[in-house]
C-alpha cells in the first residue's frame, strides 16, 4: 500500500488558510497528499485531514510563541513531512526554525513572503529588526516565494540564501465572485442598503491602526464635501483607532458622510454597489482588498506604495497619490465623480488587470509548478503535468 505524501501549512492564525489558502490545499488533495495545518485557533477547515492548534501569538516577544515552537518541532518530528508551506512573519520564522532538522533529512521547506517588513521607505527600526531575521532564514527556505516584484527584486539584490526566490502574483481573487453589477441590479441593492442611486460611494476595507491611515481618506473626504455633496465613505473594520477617525470625521463636519461599518463578511455584497476603491496605508505587500475592488470593476484611488504602485497603474485603472497629500488625493475623487466615462473605463480595465493576471486560476498555476518542481527534486522523478 502506498503511503500518501504529506503537506503541513502552517500560519500564526488559522483564518488566514480559510481567507486565502483552500484553492491550493484543494489542489494538494486533488494530487493524492494528505494535508495538514499548523496554527492558533480552533476554527475547521476543508482539505484538510488534521489541524494543530498552537499557540502563536502576533507579537514576536510574547513567550508563548516558545511553546508553539516547541510543539511545532514535536509535530514535524512525529510526521516527517514530506513539504512544510508557512506563511504570515511569526509562522514563518517559528516553522522554518523548527524544521531546520527534518529539512536535513530531505523535507521541503517554502515560504511565502506577503511583504516584507522592511522595504523601501520603511523606518530604519525596520531594517535593523527584520532584515537580519529575514536574511537569516532564508538560509533555511527552499523556497522564498514574494508577491510584489519589489520584494522580489530586493531578495536577489540583497542576496538571501534561499535554493530558489521566486515571484507569484498573490493569493488569487475570485472574479466570479467578487464581479460587476449591471445598473439596475446596483440600484436596488443600494437602494436596499439606504443609499441612492446618485450617491458616490467610496469603499475601503481594512483594520483601523497607524498603518492603514484612514485619516487620510477622512481629510480627504473634508476637501471634497462642499463641491461633492453626494459623497459617501464606507470604512469596513474594527481596530483600535477607530474611535479616533470617528472624532477626526466629527471635527472636520464629515461624520454624517461616513459610514462606520465595522466587521463585515459581506465585502462581496458591499463592493458592487460601489463607484470608488480607495486606499490610504502606508505599506502594502498585494492587498487583496484592492485586486477584490479592482475585480468587481471599481477603479482605484489610493495612497502611494508598493503593493498598490503593483496594482495600480496611474490613467490606466486609477491613480497613486502621496500618502501625505489628501489635496491630490481629493482632486482625483472629483474628477472621477464628475466623469462616469472615465470612471467606468478605469473599472473595465482594473477588472481586465485581475482576471488575466491575479486571478485563482492564474495563481494556481504558478504555485503549482513551485510545488511541482520540489516533489520533482524530491522524487527524483519527473511528475506528469496534469
Avoid at 82 to 97: E, F, K, S
Wanted: glycine share 6%.
Amino acid at each position: 500500500m502506498t503511503v500518501a505524501k504529506k503537506i503541513l501549512f502552517c500560519a500564526t492564525v488559522d483564518y488566514h488558510f480559510k481567507a486565502f489558502h483552500l484553492p491550493y490545499m484543494k489542489w494538494f488533495k486533488e494530487q493524492g497528499w494528505d494535508v495538514h495545518v499548523a496554527a492558533a485557533g480552533t476554527m475547521e477547515l476543508p482539505y484538510t485531514d488534521q489541524k494543530f492548534s498552537i499557540p502563536i501569538a502576533r507579537s514576536p516577544f510574547h513567550f508563548t510563541n516558545v511553546k508553539a515552537y516547541k510543539e511545532l518541532k514535536a509535530i514535524l518530528h512525529e510526521h516527517q513531512y514530506d513539504m512544510i508551506h508557512c506563511h504570515t512573519p511569526l509562522g514563518g520564522v517559528l516553522a522554518r526554525l523548527a524544521a531546520r532538522q527534518v529539512r536535513k533529512k530531505g523535507t521541503k521547506v517554502l515560504y511565502t513572503a506577503h511583504g516584507f517588513h522592511f522595504c523601501k521607505g520603511a523606518p530604519l527600526m525596520n531594517w535593523m529588526v527584520y532584515y537580519p531575521i529575514e536574511s537569516y532564514l532564508s538560509n533555511l527556505t527552499d523556497e522564498l516565494i514574494t508577491i510584489n516584484s519589489e520584494d522580489y527584486k530586493l531578495a536577489n539584490t540583497h542576496r538571501f540564501k534561499a535554493k530558489n526566490i521566486e515571484h507569484v502574483h498573490g493569493v488569487g481573487i475570485d472574479y466570479d465572485r467578487f464581479k460587476p453589477l449591471s445598473d439596475q441590479t446596483k440600484k436596488e441593492n443600494r437602494e436596499e442598503l439606504g443609499y441612492n442611486p446618485n450617491d458616490f460611494l467610496m469603499f475601503y476595507a481594512a483594520e483601523f491602526n497607524k498603518n492603514k491611515n484612514q485619516q487620510l481618506l477622512i481629510r480627504a473626504l473634508a476637501t471634497v464635501k462642499d463641491e461633492l455633496p453626494q459623497a459617501r465613505l464606507l470604512l469596513a473594520g474594527e481596530g483600535s483607532l477607530r474611535h479616533e477617525c470617528e472624532e477626526l470625521a466629527r471635527s472636520l463636519n464629515v461624520i454624517d458622510q461616513v459610514d462606520f461599518l465595522g466587521f463585515r463578511k459581506d465585502i462581496d455584497q458591499l463592493l458592487p454597489i460601489c463607484d470608488v476603491a480607495v486606499a490610504s496605508s502606508l505599506r502594502e505587500g498585494l492587498p487583496v482588498n484592492i485586486m477584490e475592488a479592482m475585480a468587481c470593476g471599481l477603479p482605484v484611488v489610493a495612497s502611494e506604495n508598493r503593493g498598490h504602485c503593483e496594482l495600480v497603474l496611474n490613467n490606466k485603472n486609477g491613480w497613486v497619490i502621496d500618502p501625505k497629500d489628501p489635496v491630490a488625493f481629493a482632486e482625483k475623487l472629483t474628477r472621477l465623480a464628475k466623469d462616469r466615462e472615465l470612471l467606468k473605463t478605469l473599472g473595465t480595465n482594473g477588472r481586465s488587470i485581475i482576471k488575466n493576471k491575479y486571478s485563482i486560476k492564474n495563481i494556481i498555476d504558478e504555485l503549482s509548478r513551485i510545488y511541482r518542481k520540489n516533489m520533482n527534486e524530491q522524487e527524483g522523478v519527473e511528475w506528469a503535468i496534469q
